[in-house]
């Protein structure tokens, strides 16, 4: 998970504010894309979208949730969801 997510030619990906990488390998390894729970469509680059967001497996591993901050309007305001963390059976 990354406030904003980039190609190799330094464009603005098409997933970003919507992926969080999954692996389950202890960090080694390939890791894979996955669906973010919460979709930060802002592409403002400052402290608030996106920034720092947090997730938390579930016991099992196969869900997480995600707390994320987007804008509304002018103020930044937290949003959460779980979603599949794309590890075995989630």
């Not at 894309?33 to 469509?41: F, H, I, L, R």
């Not at 016991?59 to 987007?70: C, F, P, Q, W």
């Amino acid at each position: 998970m990354g406030q904003v997510m980039y190609n190799r030619d330094g464009t603005v990906a098409a997933g970003s504010g919507r992926t969080i990488w999954a692996n389950s390998r202890g960090g080694t390894g390939p890791w894979q894309e996955v669906a973010a729970p919460v979709a930060v469509g802002s592409t403002t680059v400052d402290h608030c979208p996106n920034y720092s967001s947090a997730l938390l497996p579930s016991t099992d591993g196969t869900r997480v949730l995600e707390i994320a901050i987007d804008y509304d309007g002018m103020v930044g305001k937290p949003y959460f969801a779980t979603g599949s963390s794309g590890t075995a059976g989630g």
